[in-house]
Nanobody, 117 residues
Framework: QVQLVESGGGLVQAGGSLRLSCAAS????????MAWHRQAPGKQRELVAG???????QYADSVKGRFTISRDKAKNTVDLQMNSLKPEDTGVYYC???????????WGQGTQVTVSS
């Protein structure tokens, strides 16, 4: 089992910045990919950014150039720096981890991000 705990959400004005952090515990050795997803009201959950064990990254087109994902393997954390935030970035942000074989995935409880116009 892997436990994921997010922090850093909140309310910010458009154009502002927030930094989300996710701390992993438990069977850390079973983690390959770590990622951030988000879910806006009435919409499906979507991938925002991901980073694997060799720090290859992937971003949704809507956040490229504004968001940066980083990972500290020693601390078992993954952060999401969000700059130039827009109202459409509003949603619940979830941390996610996946095992190397893709068979085991875990979710955090989510943290709310609200961007006001």
């Amino acid at each position: 089992q892997v436990q994921l705990v997010e922090s850093g959400g909140g309310l910010v004005q458009a154009g502002g910045s927030l930094r989300l952090s996710c701390a992993a515990s438990g069977r850390i050795s079973s983690i390959n990919l770590m990622a951030w997803h988000r879910q806006a009201p009435g919409k499906q959950r979507e991938l925002v950014a991901g980073i694997n064990s060799i720090r290859m990254t992937q971003y949704a087109d809507s956040v490229k150039g504004r968001f940066t994902i980083s990972r500290d393997k020693a601390k078992n954390t993954v952060d999401l720096q969000m700059n130039s935030l827009k109202p459409e970035d509003t949603g619940v942000y979830y941390c996610y981890s996946r095992s190397p074989d893709g068979q085991q995935g875990y979710w955090g409880q989510g943290t709310q991000v609200t961007v006001s116009s």
